[in-house]
């Protein structure tokens, strides 16, 4: 999640712990579980399934 940035098609809007965001999903990265410190939350419902759709689009294509 980022806070800066430009609204493109292929960030999702979201709002987390109070703070609104963007799903860089133009920055995927992958991250071992080890190196994860604490969970922090979770995003909801319709935030997640609007990701998963994004992410549909940008590898269908």
């Keep these: 999640m980022t ?3 430009q609204p ?4 999702v809007e979201c709002r987390f ?3 609104r965001g963007r799903v860089a999903l133009d920055q995927l990265r992958t991250v071992h579980r080890e ?3 604490r969970h922090l939350g ?3 419902d319709e935030t997640i399934a609007e990701v998963l759709d ?7 294509k």
């Design 17 to 19: 712990q109070g703070q």
């Design 42 to 44: 979770a995003l909801p």
């Design 54 to 60: 994004t992410l549909a689009e940008l590898f269908a």
């Design 8 to 11: 493109y098609p292929w960030r």
């Design 3 to 5: 806070t800066g940035g």
């Design 35 to 37: 190196r994860l410190a």
